[in-house]
């Protein structure tokens, strides 16, 4: 079982920066690939950030590309995600995700064993 919390969300004016965090438990944290994903108002929830389990590899979907950067510390539990260029269509719920893995990464939410409870982030224009 792993439990994970977010952290780190708020508002913040286009263009500007915020990091979240993800503290998960358990002693197990480095055999799980994690993901960020989010929805926004009205929406499906859409896939943010993918990372594998030793952080050697990372996904984005385009909408992201470039402005956003998910990172890991396997010491620490903790999974991040740094975001930067923000823009009102980022307006949405942040939530974390871990899923049992032997190698790589999701990018489906369905592929994911186990989710946070979501923090916001909103972006004013």
């Known amino acids: 079982q792993v439990q994970l919390v977010e952290s780190g969300g708020g508002l913040v004016q286009a263009g500007g920066s915020l990091r979240l965090s993800c503290a998960a438990s358990?002693?197990?944290?480095?055999?799980?690939?994690m993901g960020w994903f989010r929805q926004a108002p009205g929406k499906e929830r859409e896939f943010a950030a993918a990372i594998s389990w030793n952080g050697g590899r990372t996904y984005y979907p385009d909408s992201v590309e470039g402005r956003f950067t998910i990172s890991r510390d396997n010491a620490k539990n903790t999974v991040y995600l740094q975001m930067n260029s923000l823009k009102p269509d980022d307006t949405a719920v942040y939530y974390c995700?871990?899923?049992?893995?032997?190698?790589?990464?999701?990018?489906?939410?369905?592929?994911?064993?186990?989710w946070g409870q979501g923090t916001q982030v909103t972006v004013s224009s």
């Open positions: 995700a871990a899923g049992l893995v032997v190698s790589g990464y999701f990018t489906h939410a369905s592929e994911y064993n186990y």
């Open positions: 358990g002693r197990t944290f480095s055999r799980y690939a």
